[in-house]
């Protein structure tokens, strides 16, 4: 069957390292989306890509960058963690059809930035 | 900027009954409006979706009703039972932005054997 899978599911790292996260999905979907979710806050776009070599900046873009180089991928990088990136991280994908454009959702990558 | 609210933050009822969840929004020029579910410690499913001409959707004990001129859209959940508890989020897809999503902060409902 056709997933979306993250990894880790669990990071605990240092403020200043750099941190990647590690989106798959299996639908063949051309449209990926990467959200943080945060008490109080809900979820929030960090990034999105329509395929490969496409990326846009969402709500919530500083101190995150991702690279779509094939499509089932989509890496987060964090550039330099920081305390305010403790967060649950969620990807998504979507078809390219705009009019059924249900997203799917990975399992969540939980982060922790001492 | 589209805000997207739901009230009540949370609900326990008795299992059985018919309950209702409510959403909101500030713009009324969507695309469409979803509703999902999440469990704890677990992504999002997606239970149904509402086109912006439509004014409700079905699916099982779920129907999902939209009102975009008044900003509205309600979950009705009929007979619930205990493993309907989950926090249930709605999100519009605003037209500006093709296929990006803004969610509210969800209702965690629990339902009582």
């Known amino acids: 069957d056709a997933e979306i899978t993250q990894s880790p599911r669990h990071k605990i790292t240092e403020t200043g390292r750099q941190v990647t996260l590690a989106c798959h999905q299996t639908w063949n979907h051309n449209n990926m989306f990467w959200y943080r979710q945060d008490l109080g806050h809900g979820l929030r776009l960090i990034h999105y890509s329509y395929g490969v070599q496409d990326t846009n900046k969402g709500e919530v873009s500083d101190g995150y960058s991702v690279s779509r180089s094939n499509t089932e991928d989509l890496p987060l990088t964090l550039e330099s963690a920081a305390s305010s990136q403790t967060s649950v991280y969620f990807c998504?994908?979507?078809?390219?059809?705009?009019?059924?454009?249900?997203?799917?959702f990975g399992p969540g990558t939980r982060l922790t930035v001492l | 900027k589209q805000e997207v609210t739901q009230i009540p933050a949370a609900l326990s009822v008795p299992e059985g009954e018919n309950l209702v969840l409510n959403c909101s929004f500030t713009?009324?020029?969507?695309?469409?409006l979803q509703w999902f579910r999440q469990d704890p410690g677990k992504g999002l499913t997606s239970l149904l979706l509402i086109q912006s001409s439509q004014r409700e959707q079905t699916s099982g004990r779920l129907n999902a009703s939209l009102d975009k001129s008044s900003g509205r859209s309600t979950l009705y959940i009929a007979a619930s039972q205990p493993g309907d508890s989950a926090t249930y989020l709605c999100?519009?897809?605003?037209?500006?932005?093709?296929?990006?999503?803004?969610f509210g902060q969800g209702t965690r409902l629990t339902i009582n054997p």
């Open positions: 713009d009324s020029a969507i695309y469409n």
């Open positions: 999100a519009v897809r605003i037209i500006q932005g093709a296929q990006k999503l803004v």
């Open positions: 998504a994908s979507s078809e390219r059809n705009g009019y059924t454009d249900t997203q799917y």
